[in-house]
Nanobody
Framework: VQLQASGGGLVQPGGSLRLSCAAS????????MGWYRQAPGKQRELVAT???????NYADSVKGRFTVSRDNAKNTVYLQMNSLKPEDTAVYYC?????????????????WGQGTQVTVSS
């Protein structure tokens, strides 16, 4: 399973960005999808996740500003980020939980995108 993320960049405080992450390759199903971020000197943290049924979960720090969504037909997850703050500056990683057939069994594994830089600065 390969993940291709796009949409990062430099934006002023209060601005918006939209991240996309498309999954490709051979898999039985895509289950949970989401976004994590890692700022310099900090651990990677959850930003938002969305289940295959559309249920979402957000970090408290982004609630009301970020929206996660997915297009199941395109195996793509999105992160709409509004009212961006300097503390949102980080490398953003998409995560996909995909089920693949390995031998005679179906196995769910985590897959990670390459990371896309988001910088919020004036």
């Amino acid at each position: 399973v390969q993940l291709q993320a796009s949409g990062g960049g430099l934006v002023q405080p209060g601005g918006s960005l939209r991240l996309s992450c498309a999954a490709s390759g051979s898999f039985f199903s895509i289950n949970g999808m989401g976004w994590y971020r890692q700022a310099p000197g900090k651990q990677r943290e959850l930003v938002a996740t969305i289940t295959s049924g559309g249920s979402t979960n957000y970090a408290d720090s982004v609630k009301g500003r970020f929206t996660v969504s997915r297009d199941n037909a395109k195996n793509t997850v999105y992160l709409q980020m509004n009212s961006l703050k300097p503390e949102d500056t980080a490398v953003y990683y998409c995560n996909v939980k995909a089920t693949r057939q390995e031998g005679w069994v179906l196995v769910e594994r985590d897959y990670w995108g390459q990371g896309t830089q988001v910088t919020v600065s004036s």
